[in-house]
């Protein structure tokens, strides 16, 4: 017995024991483990590690030297904590990962970044580079740039994100890498104080031929890229997120030079009409999203419409102005018959403009509808009722009732998901209702329920929202002031619902103390 006991041990050893190479070679006898991979091809190993989740890339480094050999050479993708001790590792980390063609940096504000020095060297071992992102690198100036763009001209997809460096790293990139394609630029240092006039501006540059994206984010100046942008002619892609200053005479300069934007992404950035109308010149556009934009009205919005007739998604957020609603939709309907996904929020529409689009626009297959004061049972049994190629139907804080809902099982034949939040007129009932009309039909229903409000003698209501149990209230006050993550609001909520809770208790047990004393 305990010989057959052994032998089960060395041959299970020999299937799952590989050996270290330089170790001699193998012996038949059956104490000697063997490595089942040395018959493997690098070629075939690699392929294997590539389809493996980082973490396991990495036990499998720690196998034997051909795995760890192998792994770094086919490992072409690398994240790095920026921190000024990299500069060390940097000759031996990059050595063993010689194929890196991805590479991404990033530091964080409680620790130095990494320098200069540390950069360049980096760039003179990753001269194959193809993407580079870079997040809170605060110590890389213009002339780190400078030398990192001179050595990585292969660069196509950059992202910068809170550095240090400014319009001169910039426009040196621009200079040398030729096939630059995709730019993103978030919070830059060096960019902020410039202003007035005769500063230098960012662009053209030698990329401008090959660029297809730009994502300008967070930038106090960030017209400074107002060259780079209007000459950028083959641009398909136009992001710009919450950018400070003017920004109609740039897309006045875009309109008039690039007509290849096909995908438009403007969020709460100061431009009104005039910037709609060059924006619309760009006859080409497919995606168009307008947030919280309030100087846009129905008249920028109808000439979108007329001029861009192979829209196919339509985002407005219209922050509540009512600057936007059945007027320039009507437009949108008559015009852009291609449309395929709607997304309104903030928005009153009626039933007048969504008959006319779910009419017209006989592709609709996406529509959102939320935050809308006028988007009721008559307008969802509108939509119900002729918009026959919806697939996916939201709508969030409107005043629907379980009659719309019920319209849903009798319409939208192609209909495959519907999510209701934060309607006080649906109900589980109307939900488990167009469940059971339509059994494939994926139904999400997330509405808080509204508990019975108890009125006092002066008119007041008392427990009118419902709370956690206190159990769960009590600790929060050890914790509210140390915690950062959650909201002001938040923290006030709980810290209001302790001190009631404290109060009680504390009467209770005055309560009691006063009672063992009188016994």
Known sequence: ??????????????????????????????????????????????????????????????????????????RHRLSLKAQSDLISVIPSLFSRFDSVTKLVLRSDRRSLGICDNAF????????????????????????????????????????????????KGVNALLNNCLGLEELSVKRLRGINNVAGAGVELIGPGAAVGSLKMICLKELHNGQCFAPLLSGAKGLRTLKIFRCSGDWDRVFQAVGNQVNAIVEIHLERIQMSDLGLTALSKCSGVEVLHLVKTPDCTNAGLALVAERCKLLRKLHIDGWKTNRIGDEGLIVVAKSCWNLQELVLIGVNPTKLSLEAIVSNCLNLERLALCGSDTVGDTELCCIAEKCLALRKLCIKNCPITDDGIKALGT???????????????????????????????????????????????????????????????IPTLGIASGSTSRSTSFKSRLGFMSRGNLVVCALKRLGSRSRSRND
């Open 1 to 74: 017995m305990g010989q057959s006991t052994s032998t089960f041990r060395r041959s299970k050893a020999s299937f799952t024991s590989p050996v270290l190479p330089n170790e001699g070679e193998h012996n038949s006898g059956a104490d000697e483990p063997y490595d089942c991979t040395s018959n493997l091809p690098d070629e075939c190993l690699s392929l294997i590690f590539q389809s493996l989740t980082c973490a396991d890339r990495k036990r499998c480094s720690l196998v034997c030297r051909r795995w760890l050999t192998i792994e770094g050479q086919c």
């Open 120 to 167: 360049v060297m980096i760039s003179a071992r990753c001269r194959n580079l193809t993407r580079l992102k870079l997040r809170g690198c605060r110590e890389i100036s213009d002339k780190g740039m400078v030398a990192f763009s001179g050595n990585c001209r292969s660069l196509k997809k950059v992202s910068f994100g809170s550095c240090g460096f400014g319009v």
């Open 411 to 473: 319409g939208c034949p192609n209909l495959l998901k519907v999510k209701v939040k934060k309607c006080r007129g649906v109900t589980t009932e109307g939900a488990d209702l167009l469940r059971t009309r339509r059994a494939l039909l994926v139904v999400n229903l997330d509405t808080p329920e509204t508990p019975i409000a108890e009125v006092n003698e002066g008119g007041a209501q008392a427990d009118a929202v419902e709370f956690p149990p206190p159990r769960l209230q």
